[in-house]
């Protein structure tokens, strides 16, 4: 079982950073209207930036043992919270932007199917309370 551990510090205001045992850091803040200066993300923009790049590192890896010729993975997350409190997300949509010059959309149709049931442990966590939905394009070039 793999141990991490993070460190999470307040700065001043809303403003906090967390750093990860690799001392690597990330700074977060509220947003304005909850009294921050949004000079770093929110929490919750963190969870979604943390799944979607889960998600795209699975399609990048399942993809490249495909030997799919893309040179471009964007995944675009929109996401709906519910309006009381605790504001969690009620659904969110990783959109998949794949380019490359002969894609099977076959394979990344399946890269993105494993990503979402098998792979993304993000997406497994969150799965039990949000409805998370994916779509994607490829963009020949």
């Given at each position: 079982m793999?141990?991490n551990?993070?460190?999470?510090?307040?700065?001043?205001?809303?403003?906090?950073?967390?750093?990860?045992?690799?001392?690597?850091?990330?700074?977060?803040?509220?947003?304005?209207?909850?009294?921050?200066?949004?000079?770093?993300?929110?929490?919750?923009?963190?969870?979604?930036?943390?799944?979607?790049?889960?998600?795209?590192?699975?399609?990048?890896?399942?993809?490249?043992?495909?030997?799919?010729?893309?040179n471009?993975?964007?995944?675009?997350?929109?996401?709906?919270?519910?309006?009381?409190?605790?504001?969690?997300?009620?659904?969110?949509?990783?959109?998949?932007?794949?380019?490359?010059?002969?894609?099977?959309?076959?394979?990344?149709?399946?890269?993105?199917?494993?990503?979402?049931?098998?792979?993304?442990?993000?997406?497994?966590?969150?799965q039990?309370?949000?409805?998370i939905?994916?779509?994607?394009?490829?963009?020949?070039?």
């Open positions: 793999t141990d551990k993070i460190t999470t510090q307040w700065l001043n205001g809303y403003t906090f950073i967390s750093t990860n045992a690799d001392n690597q850091s990330l700074v977060m803040d509220s947003s304005t209207e909850q009294g921050g200066e949004k000079i770093g993300p929110s929490p919750m923009e963190v969870i979604l930036m943390g799944l979607s790049a889960c998600a795209g590192i699975d399609v990048k890896l399942i993809l490249s043992k495909a030997k799919q010729p893309f471009n993975i964007e995944v675009n997350v929109s996401a709906e919270r519910r309006e009381e409190v605790p504001r969690i997300y009620t659904d969110i949509n990783l959109h998949f932007i794949i380019s490359g010059t002969n894609l099977s959309e076959k394979q990344v149709a399946r890269a993105i199917k494993l990503s979402a049931e098998k792979y993304c442990s993000v997406s497994h966590m969150l039990a309370t949000v409805n939905t994916h779509s994607y394009e490829l963009k020949t070039e």
